[in-house]
């Protein structure tokens, strides 16, 4: 009886992991009889064989690996000689190429990131440095949030990096990805990697500005900042833009919330502290009663707005309300909160 209910446990875990979701690569690879092709995984840290297979006479073949959490970096390879894929999550690509022709092939059918990534990798080797990073700019700001952004602004060439940090012009591409994916996927290990080292060459940068460089830094710091206009209780538009320089609260609430005088008495609290240092707070509601909202935030002392679209949300990805997040003073989200406490041991970093 022990030994039929291991049988059938076993059976169980194998079915149960059969049916684990997973992304599919197939096609040809032509003159390439005998060799082996690998799907490979490339992490941050290292690349793993997800599968592979021997290529007979026609050059068929048909590859799996686990799907994604996140969006991520894969190849298809061949000794030496590879392909980078974007993969999002389940789904089927193909590529038909030659061998050849493997490391520079944009033949990608199912996935439009896989075929902008060849792109970049064939301008890259073909143009000159500032033609090809005048392309790959046009692609980061096109989505600074995808994979192809993130690809773009770390290729280098001959050792050099396309994209200098040291640059502040530069570092801004870098700013506005990590901005843009922190918003997207803030606990993606690519992202938290990523903002660590912007905000690492922003706090070196920092300590060697006089406050003159320091405003002029950030007012050249724009495509990183992901501006919201709205208008107040008096009809005026309010921009979050205005408050760039300020340390800001940005607020994703509404009057009928539970517990919504404790959490209004939270705001009040961090704002009788910290606005003479430097903190402004930003409030949006997403009221529907217009008279609601008036007569909730008429006595708050900071900037309050309201939406009658989920433009401001789907902008920083709101899926709760309420929701906080965080902005230093170059315009970069720092963090999004539920936590007071957290939010203001962060806000103490960055006054």
């Known amino acids: 009886m022990k030994k039929i209910l291991f049988v059938c446990t076993s059976f169980l875990l194998f079915a149960a992991c059969s049916r684990a979701p997973q992304f599919e690569v197939s096609g040809t690879i032509t003159d390439a009889q005998g060799e082996t092709l690998y799907l ?17 006479s026609d050059g068929s073949y048909c590859l799996h690996g686990a799907a ?14 590879y392909a980078v894929l974007a993969v999002d999550s389940v789904e089927h690509i193909s590529l038909t190429t030659s061998l050849d022709s493997l490391s520079l092939t944009n033949d990608f059918v199912g996935s439009p990131q896989s075929v902008q990534i060849a792109q970049l990798r064939r301008s890259l080797r073909t143009q000159p440095i500032d033609d090809h990073r005048s392309y790959a700019q046009s692609v980061i700001l096109a989505n600074p949030r995808s994979l192809t952004a993130y690809y773009a602004v770390f290729q280098s060439k001959q050792g050099e990096p396309v994209f200098d940090m040291s640059d502040p012009k530069q570092l801004n591409y870098y700013r506005a990805v990590a901005t843009s994916m922190s918003i997207a996927m803030p ?9 660590a080292q912007v905000i690492a060459v922003m706090t070196a940068e920092r300590q060697a500005l ?40 940005l607020d994703f609430s509404h009057s009928q919330m539970d517990q919504g005088n404790a959490y209004v ?14 903190l402004d707070i930003f409030s949006v509601s997403v009221d529907v009663s217009k008279l609601y909202w008036e007569e909730w935030v008429k006595n708050l002392p900071w900037t309050c707005v309201r939406t009658e679209t989920t433009a401001p949300l789907l902008t920083y990805n709101v899926t709760t309300i309420p929701t906080l997040f965080l902005i230093d003073r170059t315009g970069m989200v720092q963090g999004r909160y539920t936590d007071f406490n957290q939010l203001e041991q962060d806000i103490r970093k960055f006054l």
């Open 40 to 56: 490979e995984h490339t992490g941050l840290t290292a690349t793993e064989v997800e599968d592979s297979c021997l290529l007979s």
């Open 68 to 81: 994604p959490e996140f969006p991520d970096f894969y190849r298809l390879r061949i000794g030496n000689t």
């Open 187 to 195: 606990d993606y290990v690519r992202t938290k990697t990523l903002c």
């Open 210 to 249: 006089n406050a003159m460089a320091l405003r002029q830094y950030i007012d050249e710091s724009e495509p990183a900042f992901l501006d919201i206009e709205l208008p107040n209780i008096y009809g005026d538009t309010c921009r979050l833009s205005e408050h760039k320089g300020k340390v800001i609260v």
């Open 265 to 278: 008495l939270a705001l009040r609290e961090l704002d009788n502290k910290y606005h003479k240092r430097g």
